[in-house]
């Protein structure tokens, strides 16, 4: 947090980050520039979300972006293991080093109609707000910073992320921290989705695909054995009963269940799929323990209760993790995107979520996601949309921010 | 069981029908015949298998089986309305009223290849054990009896059932107990797939497909509803410890379940498919009894656990219905076959099963169902096989068998 510190100091000694910037000529600029850039970042929005990028499959609309932070002047623009692409543009220091990025995935599968229709000021198309709206905004703050001749004290390395989505489960973004910028990022922002929102709170979750399975057999004439359907319903049973606290709130489902052949045979595998969820890493975790207690549990009663006749066994396969982690309303960055949200007239709405700042955010680095500005419905459907109109002002705000963070 | 006074009081007093028949020279003559129209048998077993009979849909073979009575001499041919074939042999009265059947009907679905494949001794086809077997040494019983001019003193109705198999849940039988020959069946056999087996004893199936239904949700936004996959968990937990008893033999299982569209939603739906089998009818109804307050009790259980906050209902449909019965060892019927099968020379074997006699178990009518002859595998599948190897002697002993009942 002690990278914030100046900025913090500002605040406190009465000054407000938001305001200060606007008093400054090349910010002005920067913000009319913005303005007047929002209809070529529009164009851009459209032509990358023509390019598919269903999950594990960004590299097409990744090399596209590449070419683009090539365009917009940015130095050292490269494709990380991976699959991140990364872009600097170098303050006069290299420190404070802000990350600013939208994520390259949408939830599509291969083969989605990725065509983007445009009627009035609304944009129709699977990913048009999530996250294809983040990606242009972040061309359109470089090119504004760039024309305005900003020059900010730390350095801003801009991201495309792979993997934001789903199964995804954050592996851009946890590359980019263990590995790539490993111990080089100071503060983070994720730009996604459309509206005004500013998420402080990351939702983590865990996933567990669990499978119990015997040699299964004819309901009668194989009466006896143990029964991986009967083990399931026990690991169910006493995880619908599992109690979570309210505040901070955290969730738990089981999502899908599924399992056996024939309504006359012992199945010889039954299986669920769970989603954990919490804003509170212990919250999380005793959850996720309560759980596969729950599975350990079932699996021995189902054994116990047919004496180890066709012994079952179980495998807790872990098909999400997101990291739980919370950035204080309190916090420095959190007061810098209020005040640039406060200093544009926006209105400000302080969310929780589940977004690629949930990483930073569970490793104590100050981290936020903000919307991208417009106006959108249906995220992580074919019929997505995303209203364009004065959609500048998420570019704006963005702008602002970006500039506060890297002083 | 008065009906069968007589012969019982031949067995006791020191006779022995199958002895007794075996010294007539009209039963000889007739068991002569049955060896040797054997492979005019196997022909008919080879041309009924090769026209489909698909649950549900065994009307072509109906038909051609209809065709084959009214051939062997069969009177009053008809089909009833549920789909069974039926024929008589008139005896010299009308009473002792015999029925003896085989099923039609196969668990193969259309589209299957019922091609049968000729392998020295051995048939390969679906089917062609389970029980196109039996409905081929029907003929060549009614055959053989008229070429020897075997007068029995009451009347024999030889049937073709359809609905023996899986969901077709015994439906053929049941009419025929119900509507076409109901109150006039004194004694009844169904003659089932290969070997040499009597089956005395009727194992009961009660069959449910459960489904709980509610709202659903996202896995985090709409958290606090009820959970359809939980309340199923529960119901299952508590059919899993359910106690049965050993003897009479009394089972039970999930067999199938399901439900959930994706790892991070409250499903709207979840099901399962349960099997509960027993062949004492008794023990069968407490156990379904347990079972439909175990779904009863889940159900408000997972309601109260939210507060009836997206209240689920539940959909407890039942989809088999196979009543136990068990026709004592110590019966004349049961005695009948053991004499008849001992007079051939045969080994005696005292079977349980679930077979169309079951039906007239459960009602108190003395039934039993006997294995037809010759040595099968892979009943059910579609590699099934029967070998012809001494199959007249299934012949001989079904052609002695309802020779003695029909007294």
């Given amino acids: 947090m002690c990278a914030l510190a100046p900025m913090l100091a500002h605040a406190q000694a009465g000054g407000d980050i938001g305001t200060s910037l606007m008093q400054r000529a090349d910010v ?6 913005a303005r007047t850039d929002e209809p070529r970042a529009i164009e851009e929005q459209i032509r990358l979300c023509e390019i598919p990028a269903p999950p594990f499959k960004e590299a097409d609309r990744a090399r596209t972006y590449a070419d683009a932070f090539r365009g917009a002047g940015l130095r050292n623009v490269r494709i990380d293991k991976e699959g991140n692409v ?32 445009r009627e009035g000021s609304v944009l129709k198309g699977p990913g048009i707000g999530d996250d294809c709206r983040g990606l242009a905004l972040i061309l359109a ?29 954050l592996r851009g ?9 490993r111990g080089q990022i100071d503060r983070f922002v994720s730009v996604d989705g459309s509206g005004y929102g500013i998420t402080h709170r990351g939702v983590g979750s865990r996933r567990y695909r669990v499978t119990f399975k015997g040699p299964g057999g004819h309901s009668y004439g194989a009466f006896g054995l143990a029964n991986p359907a009967h083990a399931l319903g026990r690991a169910v049973a006493a995880f619908a009963d599992l109690q979570v606290p309210t505040d901070p709130k955290t969730t738990f ?4 269940i599924g399992g056996g052949t024939s309504v006359n045979a012992i199945p010889f595998d039954a299986w669920m799929e769970a989603d954990m969820r919490s ?4 919250a999380l975790q005793a959850l996720e323990s309560g759980f596969l207690k729950a599975v350990d549990d079932a699996l021995a009663a189902e054994n116990a209760r047919w004496n180890q006749n066709g012994r079952l066994t179980v495998e807790k396969q872990l098909v999400g993790d997101r990291p739980a982690g919370l950035t204080p309303a309190s916090s420095a960055i959190v007061e810098a995107a209020v005040s640039v949200t406060k ?4 209105t400000v709405t302080l969310d929780e979520g589940s977004t690629d700042a949930n990483t930073p955010m569970s490793l104590g680095i100050p981290a936020i996601a903000v919307d991208a500005g417009g106006n959108g419905t249906g995220a992580h459907a074919l ?8 959609s500048w002002k998420g570019t704006q705000r963005a702008l602002l921010l970006a500039i506060a963070l890297a002083e």
Same sequence: chains 1, 2.
């Fill in 28 to 33: 002005r600029a920067a913000l009319d520039s």
């Fill in 86 to 117: 990364l872009g600097e543009r170098p303050g006069r220091l290299p420190k404070p080093h802000l990350v600013f990025s939208a994520h390259l995935d949408t939830v599509f599968p291969e083969g989605t109609n990725v065509h983007v229709i």
């Fill in 141 to 169: 703050v470089v090119r504004s910073m760039n024309k305005a001749n900003v020059q900010t004290s730390g350095t801003i390395t801009f991201v495309g992320t792979v993997g934001e989505e789903g199964l995804g489960d």
């Fill in 173 to 181: 973004v946890k590359a980019l921290f263990s590995e790539t910028l």
């Fill in 253 to 256: 489902a089981v999502g899908r």
């Fill in 279 to 282: 804003v509170d890493a212990a």
């Fill in 343 to 346: 200093a544009l007239g926006l």
């Fill in 383 to 390: 019929e997505e949309t995303f209203d364009t109109a004065e």
